[in-house]
């Protein structure tokens, strides 16, 4: 993404590293929908696309997953191995322009940089991907880049890293009681098949005070035929 456009969310976090948006907790979601990310299986490779500091990816590695997310934030990826109580290393990562910290036991790996410089040259193959509040920020962004190409290129990152069988969940936060469908199906393509799970109401005291309605979920993943 453009630098102005990254910097506002680096600012943001070190202007409180609790930032509004950011829940306390496991998201209830990921709880529901966990063996269906995972295929029920024990050690799976799953994704956090800008990830911020979610416990969720904790909890999964705690399950026995492999764990990749890709966060702007330096202050983010911090808080959350301290508040994990997991060591960590950092490295440099020349591709994605920023640095890569991994927990000691190699579990967790997070990107440190800009996820539109994420690819499969970095890592790939993932059985799961859960999205939220990346794909959804993308509207909302500052920027006079046409958002419809913005949207188009994020999908494709996600594309070119899932494994012929993986779950990808995506959460939109919706904003009245109408489903949208955010023209998910056309930004996949064809060879792909685009689930809507439906609305749901806040889930979280944090989001009390947000004047939106609730949220929505979609699983996206390869048709059979390809
Ligand atoms: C709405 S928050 C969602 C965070 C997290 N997924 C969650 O559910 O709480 C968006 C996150 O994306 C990060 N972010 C924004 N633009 C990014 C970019 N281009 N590359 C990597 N991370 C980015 C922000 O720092 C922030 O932590």
């Given at each position: 993404m453009m630098d102005e456009e990254n910097t506002k969310w680096t600012k943001e976090w070190e202007a409180s590293s609790s930032p509004g948006w950011a829940m306390k907790g496991i998201?209830?979601?990921?709880?529901?929908?966990?063996?269906?990310?995972?295929?029920?299986?024990?050690?799976?490779?799953?994704?956090?696309?800008?990830?911020?500091?979610?416990?969720?990816?904790?909890?999964?590695?705690?399950?026995?997953?492999?764990?990749?997310?890709?966060?702007?934030?330096?202050?983010?990826?911090?808080?959350?191995?301290?508040?994990?109580?997991?060591?960590?290393?950092?490295?440099?990562?020349?591709?994605?322009?920023?640095?890569?910290?991994?927990?000691?036991?190699?579990?967790?790996?997070?990107?440190?940089g800009d996820f539109f410089l994420f690819g499969a040259s970095i890592e790939c193959n993932f059985d799961g991907i859960w999205d939220r509040g990346a794909f959804n920020i993308l509207d909302n962004c500052d920027l006079k880049t046409d958002k419809r190409n913005l949207k188009k290129e994020y999908i494709n990152i996600l594309k070119s890293v899932m494994k012929q069988d993986c779950h990808v969940f995506i959460e939109l936060v919706v904003s009245d009681s109408t489903a949208k469908s955010d023209d998910m199906q056309s930004f996949f393509g064809e060879d792909y098949l685009v689930e809507d799970f439906g609305l749901v109401e806040k889930y979280a005291p944090e989001y009390d005070s947000f004047p939106f309605k609730g949220f929505q979920f979609f699983r996206i993943s390869k048709n059979n035929k390809i």
């Open positions: 998201n209830p979601y990921i709880k529901k929908y966990k063996d269906d990310l995972t295929k029920g299986m024990d050690c799976v490779k799953l994704f956090f696309p800008m990830c911020g500091d979610v416990e969720d990816m904790f909890w999964l590695s705690e399950l026995g997953h492999d764990i990749v997310g890709v966060e702007i934030s330096a202050i983010a990826i911090q808080k959350f191995f301290n508040d994990s109580n997991l060591e960590y290393v950092v490295t440099p990562c020349g591709e994605i322009k920023g640095s890569l910290y991994t927990s000691k036991t190699g579990k967790i790996r997070i990107y440190c």
